[in-house]
């Protein structure tokens, strides 16, 4: 429910399993209708102090009110009450970026099962701003679907954002439905770094351009899948 609010319901979540042979890795699959118009709210996170505040309260045209607060400090480095501080001192913030004085607030620390798929959901819109800023008009864009494992949960920081950062470059995948000229989206792909595999399906053509592989050996020895356990 808090990934399809965070899309501002335009679309379907649902949750799978990403194959790694003998083992598995939960995956989160996202059904975006019109991505486009996400990408002002979740492609790029606000950066305040060491949280990462986004969410659809950021588009003032919007009647939503959620925002999501995701914390990227270490758990040992502050005090209880130093949570509502900062986040007291978050919300000053926001008021004065959106000009809203209601919210409904989701917090979760970055090392987190929710702070997995509250980054996994931002991926999609992530690559498509890139897409845009290379050439891609997004008024061609008409859905997305994107499908991520989410990685083993540690409580180390660093060790949670580095394993997130190689889950999304080895395992992420985003399919993309456009109309286009297809010599300009083939020239417009190539020049785009990717997560994983991209493919953009062009339905003017009737053909699909595809960049990048899933390599779930990396994965499995990222994770040091031995014995059935995940370690590491």
Known sequence: MLTLAVIDGKG??????FDLGSYRLPALNICYDAPQNLVATLAEPVQIKNWEVFGPALDPNKEASLLCLLDKR??????????WESTNDILNNIKVLTKRHQYLLAVTPYPSLVGMILQASLAL????????TNGLDPGRVLWGWSSCPLPPLVDDL???IARLEKTLLYGLTISLWVRNDHDQLVALLNKTPVNGQVRLHNLTAAKTIVK??????????LY?????????
């Open 12 to 17: 379907l979540v649902s949750f799978g399993d």
């Open 74 to 83: 270490d758990a040992g480095s502050y005090q209880g009450s130093d949570v």
């Open 125 to 132: 819109p992530r690559t498509l701003q890139v897409l845009i």
């Open 158 to 160: 660093q060790l949670a």
């Open 212 to 221: 990048g592989s899933i390599a779930g050996d990396q994965l499995r020895n």
């Open 224 to 232: 040091s899948l031995q014995g059935g356990n995940v370690v590491g």
